[in-house]
């Protein structure tokens, strides 16, 4: 069943949490539980490698209100100055989901049909 989705990307679509990445952008006071939580920590490895031989798989959110949640307004700045929007995409399938991300598959790329939001924020 395909879902309708909001998620953070660069024009290649790949997100922001990557390794020595993310400490670029991160605001120290954002909610901890949402900085130790991993998309290994939603899907096993083995489960995640199953899906990836099939689909695009990556982290969003179900709304464009909760991509605000998830990313403080300083967040929000620098990921903007580093060339990072927000887009709604339809997402084949939801592998997993938890208070603050679901992890999705999508056929396509992420690239493809989305749709680009402004970001909001005040700094």
């Known amino acids: 069943m395909s879902t309708t989705c909001y998620r953070v990307q660069d024009d290649e679509g790949r997100g922001p949490w990557r390794p020595g990445f993310s ?8 909610p901890v539980d949402r900085l130790r939580e ?6 096993h490895p083995n489960l995640l490698r199953q899906f990836a031989s099939t689909y695009h798989v990556g982290s969003a959110c179900r709304t464009r209100a909760a991509i605000d949640q998830w990313f403080t307004p300083i967040e929000r700045a620098r990921l ?3 060339g990072y ?3 709604r995409l339809v997402a084949d399938v939801v592998i997993a989901e938890s208070d603050w991300q679901v992890v999705i598959g999508r056929a396509r790329p992420f690239t493809e049909g989305a749709t680009r939001f402004r970001w909001n ?3």
């Open 23 to 30: 400490r670029t952008w991160i605001d120290e006071s954002a």
């Open 38 to 43: 991993t998309i290994f920590d939603l899907v």
């Open 80 to 82: 903007e100055a580093r």
């Open 85 to 87: 929007h927000v887009v």
């Open 121 to 123: 924020f005040r700094v």
